[in-house]
C-alpha cells in the first residue's frame, strides 16, 4: 500500500476484529508474528501486520532513524489502517512495537479498542545503552539472530543496526 509517501508491505488475514500487529526493532510481521498471522484468524479475528518503512519488504526506502520513527512508524500504522477501511482496532505491538502501539493509542485512543504491548520500553535508561553497545557488532549475535536477521537485509544489517543503536544513544541524550 503506497502510505504517506512510502509502500508498506502488509498482510490481512481473517474476517472479524482488526487486530493489527507491529513487529519489533528490524523485525517483519512474518518473523515476528509468523504463528499468530496463521492462527489467530482461525479464532475470529482479522490479522493486519505490517513492515515498517525500511524493514523486510517495504524497502526501499532504506531504513532512517530520526529522533522521532517512533512516533513516524505510529502514524503509518493509523494510515495503513485507515486505508483498509479499519476505523477501529485492537492493537499488539512487540519490542518496538510497543513502543510505537503505545504512542499510536496516547495520539488516537478512539481507533484503539484494546493495547497489548510485551517488551517494550516506557525509558531508556543507562544500562539499556551498555546493552545496545554490547549488541553493536553484528560478532556479538547469536547465530540464530544473525541467521533470521541476515536472510533479510543481508550485507545491510550491520548499518542498520548500527543506525539503531545510534538514535537510542540520541534519545537517551
Known amino acids: 500500500a ?10 490481512d488475514h481473517g474476517q472479524g476484529q482488526p487486530l493489527v500487529l507491529i513487529p519489533g ?8 508474528f509468523g504463528p499468530q498471522i496463521e492462527q489467530l484468524p482461525e479464532k475470529g479475528l482479522r490479522v ?56 499510536l493509542t496516547l495520539a488516537h485512543p478512539e481507533q484503539v479498542t484494546q493495547l497489548l504491548v510485551w517488551g517494550g520500553n516506557a525509558y531508556i535508561s543507562q544500562e539499556d545503552i551498555e546493552g545496545y553497545e554490547k549488541t553493536r557488532s553484528l560478532s556479538s549475535w547469536s547465530p540464530r539472530m544473525l541467521e533470521s536477521l541476515g536472510a533479510v537485509y543481508g550485507d545491510d544489517l550491520q548499518d542498520m543496526w548500527t543506525s539503531w543503536c545510534d538514535v537510542m544513544q540520541a534519545l537517551y541524550q
Do not use: H
Request: hydrophobic share 35%; net charge negative.
Open 25 to 32: 526493532a528490524l523485525g517483519t510481521g512474518q518473523s515476528d
Open 2 to 11: 503506497q502510505i504517506r509517501g512510502v509502500n508498506l508491505y502488509y498482510e
Open 48 to 103: 493486519i501486520t505490517f513492515d515498517p518503512r525500511g524493514y523486510g519488504k517495504s524497502r526501499p526506502p532504506k531504513r532512517e532513524f530520526p529522533l522521532d520513527f517512533y512516533q513516524q512508524d505510529a502514524e503509518d500504522c493509523v494510515a495503513l489502517m485507515a486505508s483498509l477501511g479499519c476505523d477501529a482496532y485492537a492493537v499488539g505491538g512487540w519490542s518496538d512495537g510497543g513502543i510505537i502501539g503505545l504512542l
